[in-house]
């Protein structure tokens, strides 16, 4: 089994930034994809920013310019920096993984981590 592990979100005022982190652990396992998405009381999940299959990055257009994906294969551990954050940036941000066992691929989930941006 693997488990995604996130912190550092918070309560931030507007203008500020924050670091969120997510590990992956377990045994046996590689990451063949990491992304970010966020999902805002009453809304559907969305995707923030996240790793193509080449390697590049993408980011939806609300985290263009502000958010910055970025990940560290030796801890198996993937980070989002947000800077100029919103009061609509509030929201539950859940790390994804594509993680290779064996053959198979399986789609991983993190808890969630509060992201709260007062005005």
């Known amino acids: 089994q693997v488990q995604l592990v996130e912190s550092g979100g918070g309560l931030v005022q507007a203008g500020g930034s924050l670091r969120l982190s997510c590990a992956a652990s377990g045994s046996d396992f590689s990451i063949n994809g990491w992304a970010w998405y966020r999902q805002a009381p009453g809304t559907k999940r969305e995707l923030v920013a996240g790793f193509t299959n080449d390697g590049s990055t993408n980011y939806a257009d609300p985290a263009k310019g502000r958010f910055t994906i970025s990940r560290d294969n030796a801890k198996n551990t993937v980070y989002l920096q947000m800077t100029s954050l919103r009061p609509d940036d509030t929201a539950v941000y859940y790390c994804?993984?594509?993680?290779?066992?064996?053959?198979?691929?399986?789609?991983?989930w993190g808890q969630g981590t509060q992201v709260t941006v007062s005005s």
């Open positions: 994804n993984a594509k993680v290779r066992r064996g053959f198979w691929e399986y789609v991983y």
